[in-house]
């Protein structure tokens, strides 16, 4: 079983340019997250899906779109990257909503930088 | 809103001494608690939670934490470490309840087993 796989795995990018991290899991999990790291920082929520077909904002959800066509992939994208945009970014799923506390299991992650 | 304070940054211990992570939470509702930890290069993966009832709880890998309800506390104990247990310490919280959309995490505690 693979679970929460990512993708790429690090990539640097021009400032401006268009880029989408790919998430996908194979634990047929309704929730998916994506998180942003950054030192000192912690983990802060992007965007979050509850279920295929439905989205919501996280805590810093500007300059990020994501969409949820099938209960398997969860893609981010940045449509015009900024340098402040340069981090650690987690893809996250669990079977349930957080209201469930259900635990959740996370992708080995996206270092991105944006010059 | 929820938030967590985890009260080091860095904890430098010796191998097979005891070792306390500490986190404090702040929530006008009660509260589901959480601690994760990430190995270097790698994703988070739950260690323990929190839900309801005996406030000890027990996880993996020796690691156990109490809930302290009055003092808005849930450090992270073990009474023996081991150079594996090197890695980045996470707190988290969410609030209980369907409207609980969030997993609210603190900036993490590095610690670090020097033998």
């Known amino acids: 079983i693979a679970g929460i796989t990512q993708a790429p795995t690090s990539q640097i990018l021009a400032a401006g340019r268009r880029m989408t991290l790919r998430c996908t899991q194979d634990?047929?999990?309704?929730?998916m997250y994506w998180y942003r790291q950054d030192l000192g920082l912690g983990l802060r929520l992007i965007h979050y899906?509850?279920?295929?077909?439905?989205?919501g904002k996280g805590e810093v959800p500007d300059g990020y779109s994501v969409s949820r066509a099938n209960t398997d992939d969860f893609p981010l994208t940045l449509a015009s990257a900024v340098p402040s945009q340069t981090s650690v970014y987690f893809c996250?799923?669990?079977?349930?909503?957080?209201?469930?506390?259900?635990?959740?299991?996370f992708g080995p992650g996206t270092r991105l930088t944006v010059l | 809103a929820q938030s967590v304070t985890q009260l080091d940054s860095q904890v430098p211990v010796f191998e097979e001494a005891p070792v306390e992570l500490r986190c404090n939470y702040s929530?006008?509702?009660?509260?589901?608690l959480f601690w994760y930890v990430q190995y270097p290069n790698q994703g988070l993966q739950l260690l323990l939670k929190?839900?309801?009832?005996?406030?000890l709880v027990k996880g993996i890998n020796g690691f156990e934490a109490e809930f302290n309800k009055s003092q808005t506390s849930f450090h992270l104990r073990k009474p023996s470490v081991h150079i594996s247990d090197t890695a980045e310490y996470f707190c988290?919280?969410?609030?209980?309840?369907?409207?609980?959309?969030?997993?609210?995490f603190g900036q993490g505690t590095r610690l670090t087993i020097n033998p």
């Open positions: 929530s006008s509702v009660s509260v589901y």
């Open positions: 929190y839900l309801s009832g005996s406030t």
């Open positions: 634990m047929r999990h309704n929730a």
């Open positions: 988290a919280v969410s609030a209980l309840g369907q409207g609980a959309q969030k997993l609210v």
């Open positions: 996250a799923s669990s079977v349930g909503p957080v209201s469930r506390a259900d635990t959740q299991y």
């Open positions: 899906s509850n279920t295929a077909g439905t989205t």
